[in-house]
């Protein structure tokens, strides 16, 4: 069982918990994603790794309440366990070699692309961060991304607050005024990382993006998280789970993803609803 040792709301829907995983804390790094399951009867879910406390053995997690799950599990409290907790999945963020680099986060993606930032600033790299959200309601971890930036720009589409727009506003003036960068990394969105590919494309920056598909077992076993990518005019497929979560934006099949990541909106949306049902009810 692993223990919840602390909580925290960000914001109305999206919750901030760390977790007592010692030997998950001593390996995960920026980029890597754990599954757990609330309880013995509970789905497991693909969350990624928001950050570690080695000393502490503790893993900071990040997710937003939109299905069953994540209702199951934003009802817990600290001191509470979860059933399970495995990892760290996946391959972390490449940082080799990059010395400037610009992290582009949409949404609750900016709980994955923050670690990553900090990651880059720590290596010493020139980092610039770009974060957007729909409204300043749902604005999240702006402090932290601001002591890892040498640069931040926070956007939302409303104008609430900060700048209005979207995320790809600012990034496109910055390489048209002549800004160059290692590599973009993008991490939100499906339709956010594939209109932040199109922005760089002319500019011929390498980017980067996170793919978080329907996923199972997280061990490339089951084949749920398949990502089409396009190699010289053919189609690969690669798994999420074991081949990224990064990926080159360029070869992402981003039409057949957003697809395919709709495909149980409307199972996930009545199994949320009945889950607030019981515990209103309880």
Known sequence: MYRIVRKKVLNPTVTQMEIEAPLVARKAKPGQFIILRVDEEGERIPLTVAGV??????????????????????????????????????V????EGIKKVCIVGGGVGCAIAMPVAQEFHRLGASVTSIIGFRSKDLL???????????????????????????????????????????????????????????????YDVPVTVSMNPIMIDGTGMCGGCRISLVRDGQRVT?????????FNGYEIDFDEAMSRGRMYFDFERRAHEHACNLFKNA
Do not use: W
């Open 140 to 202: 999240i971890l702006e402090d932290e991304f601001r002591e890892c930036s040498d640069k931040l720009v926070v956007m939302t589409d409303d104008g609430s607050y900060a700048r209005q727009g979207n995320v790809t506003i600012p990034l496109k003036e910055m390489l048209e005024a002549g800004e160059r960068f290692d590599m973009i990394i993008a991490i939100g969105p499906l339709v956010m990382m594939k209109f932040v590919t199109l922005a760089a494309k002319p």
């Open 53 to 90: 406390n080695a000393d502490e053995g503790t893993v900071k997690i990040i997710f937003q309440v939109v299905g069953a799950t994540t209702e199951l599990l934003n009802h817990k409290s600290e001191g509470e366990c979860l059933q399970d907790f495995v990892g760290p999945l996946g």
């Open 92 to 95: 972390p963020t490449h940082t």
């Open 238 to 246: 690669r798994f999420a789970c074991v081949d990224g979560p990064d």
